[in-house]
């Protein structure tokens, strides 16, 4: 059973930086792409930034230079560090896992202070 576990959400003032995780289970971690993805009310679910499984990364225009995302195969772990946050990055968080099918996590709430 595949289970993806975010973390590391919150409040932050703009301008302030988060790091966000996702634990993976039930699957061969360093074989699926990871993806970033959040939703804001009232808009769709957006892609932010993805991994392949060879490190190939690739970001949204909007979080190209502030946003990184990474991976620690040891960990089963996928990151997301967030720098310079603005207000319009404030929605809930979602990592996925992607091979054949996309596997979602829960969401994580973040939430940006002007």
């Known amino acids: 059973q595949v289970q993806l576990v975010e973390s590391g959400g919150g409040l932050v003032q703009a301008g302030g930086s988060l790091r966000l995780s996702c634990a993976a289970s039930g699957i061969i971690f360093s074989s699926h792409a990871m993806e970033w993805y959040r939703q804001a009310p009232g808009k769709q679910r957006e892609l932010v930034a993805s991994?392949?499984?060879?490190?190939?990364?690739n970001y949204a225009d909007s979080v190209k230079g502030r946003f990184a995302i990474s991976r620690d195969n040891a960990k089963n772990t996928a990151y997301l560090q967030m720098n310079g946050l603005k207000s319009e990055d404030t929605a809930v968080y979602y990592c996925a896992a992607r091979r054949v099918v996309r596997s979602w996590g829960q969401g994580t709430q973040v939430t940006v202070s002007s």
């Open positions: 991994i392949t499984s060879e490190g190939i990364t």
